[in-house]
Nanobody, 127 residues
Framework: RLVESGGGLVESGESLQLSCTAP????????VGWFRQAPGKEREGVAC????????IYADDVSGRFRISRDNRKDTVYLQMTSLKPEDTAIYYC??????????????????????WGDGTLVNVSA
């Protein structure tokens, strides 16, 4: 299971950085994606990064505001979120695609072939 951290309550326009780790296994060979689920809505893809960081794919409504990155020495994937808006409020999840050869498959519209997920971290953006 992956573990997300870094969520919290911020005001509109502020920034947050989320982190994703994988205690007990490595993410080095895997593409890793960030997803979010807002109240009453389906889970949606936010960003994905390939295993070697060569590819980073974003959903249209976060492109230019969010940045996904990874540090394979620390086996950690980050989501830097800037210019946050109230509509970014959601539980944010990270997940890995272990069978995709390190590439981001089907991003950003799905279906998402992720085989391990975290429990999520809440991001709450006030107006």
């Amino acid at each position: 299971r992956l573990v997300e951290s870094g969520g919290g309550l911020v005001e509109s326009g502020e920034s947050l950085q989320l982190s994703c780790t994988a205690p007990g296994f490595v993410l080095y060979y895997d593409a890793v994606g960030w997803f979010r689920q807002a109240p009453g809505k389906e889970r949606e893809g936010v960003a994905c990064i390939s295993s070697n960081s060569a590819d980073a794919i974003y959903a249209d409504d976060v492109s230019g505001r969010f940045r996904i990155s990874r540090d394979n020495r620390k086996d950690t994937v980050y989501l830097q979120m800037t210019s946050l808006k109230p509509e970014d409020t959601a539980i944010y999840y990270c997940a890995r695609d272990h069978a995709g050869g390190g590439g981001c498959r089907n991003y950003p519209n799905g279906p998402y072939p992720m085989d391990a997920w975290g429990d999520g971290t809440l991001v709450n953006v006030s107006a």
